[in-house]
């Protein structure tokens, strides 16, 4: 059986951007462990759960009802309820990396562990699968490869949480929620992995993203994959991303018997 990685924050991930991703990789056999600062039970965004706080946009914005159910069902899950500490683990004995989003203030200590960055830039070296989602990609693009002072992404084509999507959650919501849509409110997600890569056309955006997609509407959502590398813009992506995060697994281990 083939084994990943899902770090996570204490508080704050998004429950789409992990549930559905986990749901799905786990139904084709390949076991999730879980990370987390401290080894400490991890919890989801409670807004973007509930919809609590979103006002006349709760249906737009919050996790839809398949998401709702798959967190439900991963929380009682033994593997999400044991998670190791971010500095117990080696690359070594790890088969892939799964970096998702989120955009509470709380992840800030997931993007700025220096831990997961040295991990990363592991699993770059070592050619395995790394998949990213939305703000899962500001990890990646601060993950500088020593040897070469770049991040590991430098040369990669890649796409993360658009700057339009970003700014329009915060324009809906700013009144009440003030800058709850912008983790960073200096800068955007698009905008911070832009300034890493060797080429600014490197950062695809795909179509205007309206409508998220699912098992029965793949083509709603957009991927980019490039070598060892996966990377998808928002939660309205995350079938896609994961479908093709499993067949990515599926043809590394047929690599290795070969």
């Known amino acids: ?42 919890k989801t965004d409670r807004i973007m759960l509930t919809g609590d706080k979103l006002g006349i946009w709760k249906s737009l914005l919050m996790a839809g009802k398949d998401a709702v159910a798959a967190h439900s069902e991963m929380i009682n899950d033994k593997k999400f309820q044991s998670p190791l500490s971010y500095n117990a683990i080696n690359e070594k004995d790890f088969d892939g990396l799964l970096l998702p989003g989120g955009h509470d203030k709380g992840v800030i200590e997931y993007l700025e562990s220096t831990i997961l960055q040295n991990l990363i830039v592991d699993f770059f070296n070592a050619n395995k699968v790394v998949g990213a989602i939305c703000h899962g990609v500001v990890l990646i693009a601060r993950s500088i490869d020593p040897s070469t002072k770049k991040s590991v992404i430098y040369n990669y084509k890649t796409t993360a949480l658009l700057k339009t999507q970003e700014l ?76 093709e995060f499993v067949k990515m697994m599926n043809e590394q281990k047929n690599n290795f018997v070969i």
């Open 168 to 243: 329009l959650g915060y324009q809906l919501t700013r009144l009440w929620l003030k800058d709850y849509y912008l983790t960073y409110p200096e800068i955007t997600v698009e905008d911070e992995v832009r300034s890493v890569l060797s080429d600014d056309s490197n950062f695809l955006k795909g179509a205007l993203p309206v409508l998220r997609d699912n098992l029965d509407n793949l083509k709603r959502g957009f991927i980019v994959k490039d070598r060892n590398y996966l990377s998808a813009r928002w939660p309205g992506d995350v079938y896609n991303f994961s479908l």
């Open 1 to 42: 059986m083939k084994k990943i990685l899902i770090p996570l924050p204490t508080y704050g991930f998004d429950p789409t951007e992990v549930s559905i991703p986990w749901k799905i990789i786990s139904e084709n056999n390949i076991e999730v462990t879980f990370l987390t600062p401290d080894g400490k039970l991890a």
